[in-house]
């Protein structure tokens, strides 16, 4: 189950970030109401993340107990990349319950950019023990 779990948390999070690029460059233009598929698939995927990153953190129970015992330097990552994720969550959910926030769209982007650059040092922290895993 874990490797399912992994593999689709990282199918749907390149799946995010490609609608989210194409829908940013679409706000910018003002284009945006003309896209409804990317817009499903963007939600959808983003949705599907989180449901997939709640799985993945309910499969490290002990990194959550033994939080402050680990090392600052160990969790930065980590923990940053989860309040990240709980924050583009927040944001994503305004924005499809009908914000037309400028702000929140402007923020859900950034976050978006910021869980992309953290997602992609988490994963390739443990690319060697992930290659093995999957042999």
Same mark, same amino acid.
């Given at each position: 189950? #874990?490797?399912?779990?992994?593999?689709?948390?990282?199918? !749907?999070?390149? =799946?995010?970030?490609?609608?989210?690029?194409?829908?940013? $460059?679409? /706000?910018?233009?003002?284009?945006?109401y003309n896209d409804a598929a990317t &817009?499903?698939?963007?939600?959808?995927?983003?949705?599907?993340?989180? /449901?997939? /990153?709640?799985?993945? !953190?309910?499969?490290? $129970?002990? &990194?959550?107990?033994?939080?402050?015992? @680990?090392?600052?330097?160990?969790? +930065? /990552?980590? +923990?940053?990349?989860l309040a990240t994720g709980i924050l583009?969550?927040?944001?994503?959910? =305004?924005?499809? =319950?009908?914000?037309?926030?400028?702000?929140?769209? @402007?923020?859900?982007?950034?976050?978006?950019?910021?869980?992309?650059?953290? =997602?992609?040092?988490?994963?390739? #922290?443990? &690319? #060697?023990?992930?290659?093995?895993?999957?042999?």
């Amino acid at each position: 189950m #874990k490797k399912l779990t992994d593999i689709l948390a990282i199918l !749907c999070l390149i =799946a995010a970030i490609i609608t989210g690029f194409i829908l940013h $460059k679409e /706000v910018n233009h003002l284009y945006i109401y003309n896209d409804a598929a990317t &817009w499903t698939i963007h939600e959808i995927a983003g949705l599907s993340l989180t /449901v997939l /990153v709640a799985l993945h !953190c309910t499969e490290h $129970k002990s &990194w959550f107990r033994n939080y402050r015992k @680990i090392a600052a330097q160990k969790i +930065t /990552v980590s +923990t940053i990349l989860l309040a990240t994720g709980i924050l583009i969550l927040a944001t994503g959910i =305004a924005l499809m =319950a009908g914000s037309r926030s400028h702000f929140i769209s @402007i923020l859900h982007y950034a976050l978006g950019i910021l869980f992309t650059l953290l =997602a992609i040092f988490h994963v390739a #922290k443990r &690319w #060697k023990m992930l290659k093995t895993m999957f042999k």
